[in-house]
């Protein structure tokens, strides 16, 4: 293995049965990219539509987002803390439905990432083996400290 870290729960703070991706793919400072599989055992699975709603895939683009976020605490050597997302605009998806046996590429894109926490991004999903086109952008919250901020505001 390089010095990159690929396991999921190594880069994000959620613990199954919450982790809906099954592969972190790869990441940089720029961008982070992540793999799943729709199956009947997915989290939002759906039998009598026959696979996931596509709404989920705003979580699957977060949890993308999160991997990347992962990677810079990594980075720095911090600690990895749980982000919130603050809104999704224009998110649009050319099925209603992931099917069932559906490979997902999920690919999100940093476009702005402040000192003081706030990120925006720019998020796909595409099938790797059937006509899936997904997108939007999503505007996330990341604080130094979660559990501080959370404190806070309780």
Known sequence: MSDKEYRLE??????????LLDEALDYNDEFAWARLQIKPTSLYYDSSLGGVPAWVGIEYMAQTMGIWSGSQQ?????????????????????????PSGAQLIVESKVLFHSEDGLAAFECCIRGADINIEASARINAFMPENSAEFIRRQS
């Open 10 to 19: 190594a880069l994000l703070s959620h613990r199954p049965p919450m982790v």
């Open 74 to 98: 990594l980075k720095y050597k911090r600690p990895i803390e749980i982000g919130f997302l603050l809104g999704a605009r224009h998110y649009q998806c050319n099925q209603p439905v992931f």
